[in-house]
Protein backbone atom coordinates (compact mmCIF):
# COMPACT_ATOMS: atom_id res chain seq x y z
CA UNK A 1 0.00 0.00 0.00
CA UNK A 2 1.74 3.04 -1.06
CA UNK A 3 1.30 5.50 1.49
CA UNK A 4 2.69 8.79 -0.66
CA UNK A 5 1.56 8.37 -3.79
CA UNK A 6 3.28 10.97 -7.01
CA UNK A 7 0.64 9.96 -9.80
CA UNK A 8 2.79 12.29 -12.44
CA UNK A 9 6.36 10.27 -12.98
CA UNK A 10 7.31 13.24 -15.51
CA UNK A 11 6.69 17.05 -16.28
CA UNK A 12 8.11 18.89 -18.40
CA UNK A 13 7.82 23.15 -18.37
CA UNK A 14 9.81 25.92 -20.13
CA UNK A 15 12.17 27.95 -18.76
CA UNK A 16 11.02 30.91 -16.64
CA UNK A 17 7.16 29.59 -16.06
CA UNK A 18 6.16 27.87 -13.25
CA UNK A 19 6.65 23.82 -12.56
CA UNK A 20 4.39 22.23 -9.93
CA UNK A 21 4.46 19.32 -8.23
CA UNK A 22 2.40 17.34 -6.77
CA UNK A 23 2.04 14.71 -3.67
CA UNK A 24 -0.70 12.87 -2.16
CA UNK A 25 -0.20 11.01 1.15
CA UNK A 26 -2.79 8.72 2.73
CA UNK A 27 -1.66 8.39 6.45
CA UNK A 28 -3.27 10.83 8.54
CA UNK A 29 -0.64 10.65 11.27
CA UNK A 30 1.73 12.15 8.59
CA UNK A 31 2.77 15.36 9.99
CA UNK A 32 6.10 16.44 8.62
CA UNK A 33 6.61 16.95 4.88
CA UNK A 34 10.10 16.66 2.91
CA UNK A 35 10.69 17.47 -1.31
CA UNK A 36 14.01 16.51 -2.18
CA UNK A 37 15.43 16.86 -5.09
CA UNK A 38 17.68 13.86 -6.98
CA UNK A 39 20.20 14.52 -10.13
CA UNK A 40 21.49 11.14 -11.81
CA UNK A 41 24.38 9.12 -9.50
CA UNK A 42 23.87 11.88 -6.80
CA UNK A 43 21.82 11.06 -3.21
CA UNK A 44 18.55 12.68 -2.86
CA UNK A 45 19.65 16.04 -1.62
CA UNK A 46 17.00 18.42 0.81
CA UNK A 47 14.87 20.98 -0.90
CA UNK A 48 12.33 21.90 1.66
CA UNK A 49 10.17 20.64 4.24
CA UNK A 50 6.47 21.74 5.91
CA UNK A 51 5.18 20.70 9.33
CA UNK A 52 1.65 19.89 9.53
CA UNK A 53 0.53 23.76 11.33
CA UNK A 54 1.43 25.44 8.15
CA UNK A 55 -0.20 25.29 4.82
CA UNK A 56 2.61 27.17 3.28
CA UNK A 57 6.35 27.11 3.60
CA UNK A 58 8.84 29.47 1.08
CA UNK A 59 12.55 29.77 0.32
CA UNK A 60 13.38 31.27 -2.46
CA UNK A 61 12.13 30.35 -5.54
CA UNK A 62 10.57 27.09 -4.31
CA UNK A 63 7.12 26.77 -1.92
CA UNK A 64 5.69 23.91 -0.76
CA UNK A 65 1.73 24.05 0.10
CA UNK A 66 -0.07 21.71 2.24
CA UNK A 67 -3.14 20.56 2.43
CA UNK A 68 -4.65 18.96 5.23
CA UNK A 69 -8.04 18.43 4.60
CA UNK A 70 -7.49 16.92 1.49
CA UNK A 71 -3.99 15.36 2.17
CA UNK A 72 -2.93 17.09 -0.84
CA UNK A 73 0.82 18.52 -0.88
CA UNK A 74 2.56 20.56 -3.95
CA UNK A 75 5.80 21.82 -4.48
CA UNK A 76 6.15 25.47 -7.17
CA UNK A 77 9.35 26.45 -8.73
CA UNK A 78 9.11 30.01 -9.55
CA UNK A 79 10.93 30.84 -11.98
CA UNK A 80 12.29 27.57 -13.36
CA UNK A 81 15.48 26.88 -15.05
CA UNK A 82 17.64 24.50 -16.75
CA UNK A 83 19.22 23.58 -13.71
CA UNK A 84 15.66 22.26 -12.02
CA UNK A 85 16.22 19.54 -13.78
CA UNK A 86 15.92 16.25 -11.85
CA UNK A 87 13.30 13.78 -10.51
CA UNK A 88 11.69 15.42 -7.14
CA UNK A 89 10.90 12.89 -4.39
CA UNK A 90 8.14 13.71 -1.72
CA UNK A 91 8.55 12.53 1.61
CA UNK A 92 6.91 12.11 4.89
CA UNK A 93 7.21 11.12 8.86
CA UNK A 94 4.81 10.93 11.56
CA UNK A 95 4.89 12.68 14.77
CA UNK A 96 7.94 11.01 17.03
CA UNK A 97 8.57 8.61 14.44
CA UNK A 98 11.79 8.85 12.23
CA UNK A 99 11.48 6.85 8.90
CA UNK A 100 10.65 8.83 5.84
CA UNK A 101 8.03 7.81 3.39
CA UNK A 102 8.66 8.26 -0.11
CA UNK A 103 6.86 8.67 -3.10
CA UNK A 104 8.16 7.23 -6.01
CA UNK A 105 9.33 10.44 -7.55
CA UNK A 106 8.25 12.49 -10.24
CA UNK A 107 11.08 13.81 -13.35
CA UNK A 108 11.15 17.21 -13.99
CA UNK A 109 12.45 18.78 -17.52
CA UNK A 110 13.07 22.26 -18.07
CA UNK A 111 13.23 23.76 -21.40
CA UNK A 112 15.37 25.91 -22.30
CA UNK B 1 33.91 17.17 2.36
CA UNK B 2 31.10 17.54 5.21
CA UNK B 3 28.47 15.43 3.49
CA UNK B 4 28.19 11.71 3.96
CA UNK B 5 29.87 9.82 1.92
CA UNK B 6 29.77 6.33 0.65
CA UNK B 7 31.86 3.47 -0.62
CA UNK B 8 32.17 1.65 -2.97
CA UNK B 9 29.92 3.98 -5.67
CA UNK B 10 29.39 0.81 -7.87
CA UNK B 11 29.75 -2.95 -6.54
CA UNK B 12 28.78 -5.75 -8.99
CA UNK B 13 28.61 -9.12 -6.99
CA UNK B 14 27.78 -12.91 -8.40
CA UNK B 15 24.80 -14.09 -6.70
CA UNK B 16 25.69 -16.09 -3.94
CA UNK B 17 28.65 -13.38 -2.62
CA UNK B 18 28.98 -11.36 0.23
CA UNK B 19 29.10 -7.78 -0.01
CA UNK B 20 30.14 -4.98 2.26
CA UNK B 21 28.89 -1.48 1.75
CA UNK B 22 30.06 1.67 3.93
CA UNK B 23 28.87 4.79 5.01
CA UNK B 24 30.71 7.76 6.62
CA UNK B 25 27.78 9.93 7.98
CA UNK B 26 28.54 13.77 8.67
CA UNK B 27 31.02 14.32 11.50
CA UNK B 28 29.22 14.55 14.88
CA UNK B 29 25.61 13.31 13.57
CA UNK B 30 23.71 11.15 15.97
CA UNK B 31 21.01 9.05 13.98
CA UNK B 32 21.82 7.27 11.06
CA UNK B 33 19.81 5.68 8.27
CA UNK B 34 19.92 3.11 5.74
CA UNK B 35 17.35 3.27 2.39
CA UNK B 36 17.31 0.59 -0.41
CA UNK B 37 15.93 1.95 -3.57
CA UNK B 38 15.10 -0.09 -6.66
CA UNK B 39 14.73 1.51 -9.84
CA UNK B 40 11.93 3.73 -10.62
CA UNK B 41 10.83 3.47 -7.36
CA UNK B 42 11.40 5.93 -4.29
CA UNK B 43 13.97 5.09 -1.21
CA UNK B 44 12.55 2.57 1.07
CA UNK B 45 13.52 2.51 5.29
CA UNK B 46 15.95 -0.73 5.93
CA UNK B 47 17.24 0.15 9.64
CA UNK B 48 18.04 2.95 11.63
CA UNK B 49 20.93 3.22 14.27
CA UNK B 50 21.19 6.35 17.01
CA UNK B 51 24.77 6.66 17.91
CA UNK B 52 25.89 2.81 18.43
CA UNK B 53 22.31 1.19 19.25
CA UNK B 54 20.01 -0.09 16.10
CA UNK B 55 17.05 0.43 17.12
CA UNK B 56 14.98 0.09 14.39
CA UNK B 57 15.36 -2.86 11.79
CA UNK B 58 12.13 -3.59 10.76
CA UNK B 59 12.64 -2.49 7.39
CA UNK B 60 15.37 -5.08 6.27
CA UNK B 61 14.48 -7.33 3.93
CA UNK B 62 15.81 -10.73 4.96
CA UNK B 63 18.47 -12.08 7.54
CA UNK B 64 21.03 -12.12 4.73
CA UNK B 65 20.78 -7.69 5.38
CA UNK B 66 22.88 -6.95 8.62
CA UNK B 67 24.01 -3.66 9.47
CA UNK B 68 26.14 -2.42 11.95
CA UNK B 69 27.33 0.80 13.80
CA UNK B 70 30.05 -0.09 16.34
CA UNK B 71 31.37 2.80 17.32
CA UNK B 72 28.39 5.38 16.89
CA UNK B 73 30.12 6.51 13.51
CA UNK B 74 30.96 4.65 10.21
CA UNK B 75 28.25 1.80 9.33
CA UNK B 76 28.63 -1.29 7.16
CA UNK B 77 25.96 -2.85 5.63
CA UNK B 78 26.43 -6.25 4.93
CA UNK B 79 24.34 -8.34 2.69
CA UNK B 80 25.10 -12.24 2.67
CA UNK B 81 24.50 -14.91 -0.30
CA UNK B 82 23.35 -11.86 -2.59
CA UNK B 83 20.37 -12.28 -4.81
CA UNK B 84 19.29 -11.02 -7.67
CA UNK B 85 16.37 -9.28 -6.25
CA UNK B 86 18.65 -7.10 -3.92
CA UNK B 87 20.11 -5.31 -6.84
CA UNK B 88 19.33 -1.56 -5.75
CA UNK B 89 21.02 1.79 -5.39
CA UNK B 90 21.64 1.65 -1.12
CA UNK B 91 21.11 4.87 0.34
CA UNK B 92 22.90 6.05 3.49
CA UNK B 93 21.51 9.18 5.70
CA UNK B 94 22.05 10.57 8.67
CA UNK B 95 20.93 13.69 10.77
CA UNK B 96 22.25 15.39 13.77
CA UNK B 97 20.22 14.78 16.55
CA UNK B 98 17.69 12.10 17.80
CA UNK B 99 15.55 11.36 15.06
CA UNK B 100 11.69 12.25 15.23
CA UNK B 101 10.12 15.46 14.83
CA UNK B 102 11.46 18.07 12.18
CA UNK B 103 14.90 16.23 12.05
CA UNK B 104 15.91 17.00 8.34
CA UNK B 105 17.91 13.33 6.74
CA UNK B 106 21.33 14.46 4.49
CA UNK B 107 21.84 11.12 1.91
CA UNK B 108 24.71 10.51 1.00
CA UNK B 109 25.37 9.31 -3.01
CA UNK B 110 24.57 5.30 -2.56
CA UNK B 111 26.02 2.54 -3.91
CA UNK B 112 24.33 0.80 -6.63
CA UNK B 113 24.50 -2.89 -6.58
CA UNK B 114 24.33 -5.51 -9.08
CA UNK B 115 23.94 -9.37 -8.45
CA UNK B 116 24.45 -10.87 -11.72
Known amino acids: DQQVKQNSPSLSVQEGRISILNCDYT??????FLWYKKYPAEGPTFLIS?????DKNEDGRFTVFLNKSAKHLSLHIVPSQPGDSAVYFC???????????FGTGTRLKVLA | GAGVSQSPRYKVAKRGQDVALRCDPI?????LFWYQQALGQGPEFLTY????????KSGLPSDRFFAERPEGSVSTLKIQRTQQEDSAVYLC??????????????FGPGTRLTVL
Open chain 1, 91 to 101: AASGSGTYKYI
Open chain 2, 49 to 56: FQNEAQLD
Open chain 2, 93 to 106: ASSPGLAGGTDTQY
Open chain 2, 27 to 31: SGHVS
Open chain 1, 50 to 54: ISSIK
Open chain 1, 27 to 32: NSMFDY
